[in-house]
């Protein structure tokens, strides 16, 4: 038997595998994962991490080797949450594609993203396909009335024989460059931070200010950077900025809410900027947490979608450093695209 046909009857099997499997909901499956995590101490945004942490040198957030793009929003959650260390993932024709195999046996992992066009045989007045040149059917792509969701599988690199030898090279300490760059971030968003405090960091929504206790009370400078752009996610849903509910008191399902969008905003943030992740004091969220996720499955979807959102909210003010005042022109996001990621 060739090396195609091999690929091909391996192909079928999986397909035959999956076909027979009961399916949830994605929202619901995904939440429910989440959930016995939040319950074990173990979900993605309430593990703490450093940098220079070995169990961390390949990167934490889940990315796509052939395109070298990460996934975001729930799908980042999604695969963070599937139990593997290694952070790359593809789905079966791409491993296949750079000469690589999902190995006989392993079960994929759902992703979601959502469609906003698509592509169809072209049809004449006659209703029967349109030809080209070459006799083969013309295809067009039309923008749908609404965006549709879609389910992909993907297999981790761990699941995967044949894949280039990855070097990881161990992340360093946060050092000067990555305090530079935090710093030059929370001067460019103009916020109001006063370190008044003495054991505690918060953001005062009517005051629109964020208090923290002195740098110098922090043990680890990296400490101090993940607490304060915690609080500065907060200072992004203030109603002149991204919005988002903030009348919420602490005990509340709202504040709940809110504090579920920061832990999960400053994981990604810590990442992004090598600072690291400090979760604090998650314990008095999580029971709320996993009720929210029981009531309304979906949440998780809305809360990782506005976790973005914040990302790159305050990392455009990077882009203001570098332009004139007023320079910087408003851009749609496009998170239908990019949900997949591949």
Not at 100 to 123: D, E, L, N, P
Request: glycine letters at 8%; aromatic letters at 8%; a negative charge.
């Amino acid at each position: 038997m060739s090396s195609e046909d091999k690929k091909a009857k391996t192909k079928k099997t999986f397909k035959r595998r999956e076909s027979t499997e009961e399916k949830k909901p994605f929202a619901d499956a995904v939440a429910e994962r989440l959930i016995a995590q939040l319950e074990a101490g173990t979900a993605p945004w309430i593990v703490p991490w450093k940098p220079g942490d070995p169990s961390q040198a390949g990167g934490l957030l889940p990315y796509n080797p052939t395109t070298n793009k990460r996934y975001k929003g729930i799908n980042s959650l999604a695969l963070m949450s599937a139990g593997f260390t290694d952070n790359r993932w593809m789905t079966f024709k791409q491993a296949l594609a750079m000469g690589a195999c999902v190995r006989k046996g392993s079960k994929g992992t759902q992703i979601q993203f959502w469609s906003t066009s698509k592509t169809a045989v072209k049809k004449g007045e006659d209703g029967e396909p349109v030809k080209g040149p070459d006799g083969k059917s013309v295809k067009e792509t039309y923008k749908l009335s609404r965006p549709l969701a879609t389910t992909a599988t993907v297999f981790n690199a761990a699941q995967i024989d044949g894949l280039p030898e990855v070097v990881i090279k161990p992340q360093p300490e946060a050092g000067w460059a990555q305090i530079d760059r935090a710093e030059a971030i929370l001067k460019a968003s103009g916020a109001q931070i006063f370190h008044d405090q003495v054991d505690q960091a918060f953001y005062m929504t009517v005051a629109d200010k964020i208090h923290m206790p002195p740098k110098a009370q922090f043990p680890e400078q990296s400490g101090y950077y993940a607490t304060v752009f915690h609080e500065l996610g907060h200072w992004s849903g203030h109603p002149s900025r991204l919005k988002r509910e903030m009348s919420g008191r602490f005990g509340t399902e709202s504040y709940a809410k809110e504090e579920l969008r920061a832990e999960i905003a400053s994981m990604i943030i810590g990442e992004e900027l090598g600072l690291g992740h400090d979760p604090g004091d998650h314990a008095a969220y999580v029971a709320s947490w996993i009720q929210t996720l029981r009531d309304d499955p979906l949440e998780i979807f809305r809360a990782a979608a506005d976790a973005e959102k914040i990302l790159t909210f305050i990392l455009d003010f990077e882009l203001k450093l570098d332009k004139e005042p007023g320079a910087l022109e408003d851009e749609d996001e496009d998170e239908l695209e990019d949900a997949l990621s591949m």
